[in-house]
């Protein structure tokens, strides 16, 4: 499996960003995706999750700002993220997890990741 992030960059507070995850490698759709951030000096932590029957999780703390969506056909992720904050900033990842995931924010239940793209809110 194979997972490649894009669409990080330099935003203001306030701005949109919109993270793509191509996804490769498996040849099966029952599986967990989610979005991870890790913060300078903070540990990963769980931003975003689908699961394979299309259900959604969100971290509380993002307070309803990002939507998680994506596309089966072209086995592709997205993180849409709108009114971006300066704590948002770090490196944001994509991760799957074969099957359910009983806690879908939590790294640990994550075989599979890419490598990152770096997000940074600042004016």
């Known amino acids: 499996v194979q997972l490649m992030e894009s669409g990080g960059g330099l935003v203001q507070p306030g701005g949109s960003l919109r993270l793509s995850c191509a996804a490769s490698?498996?040849?099966?759709?029952?599986?967990?995706m989610g979005w991870f951030r890790e913060a300078p000096g903070k540990e990963r932590e769980g931003v975003a999750s689908?699961?394979?029957?299309?259900?959604?999780r969100y971290a509380e703390s993002l307070q309803g700002r990002f939507t998680i969506s994506q596309d089966i056909s072209k086995n592709m992720l997205y993180l849409q993220m709108d009114d971006l904050r300066p704590e948002d900033t770090g490196i944001h990842y994509c991760?799957?997890?074969?099957?359910?995931?009983?806690?879908?924010?939590?790294?640990?239940?994550?075989?599979?990741w890419g490598q990152g793209t770096e997000v940074t809110v600042s004016s």
């Open positions: 689908i699961d394979p029957d299309g259900w959604r």
């Open positions: 490698g498996f040849t099966h759709n029952d599986h967990c």
């Open positions: 991760a799957l997890s074969p099957g359910y995931a009983l806690f879908p924010l939590k790294p640990d239940e994550y075989k599979h």
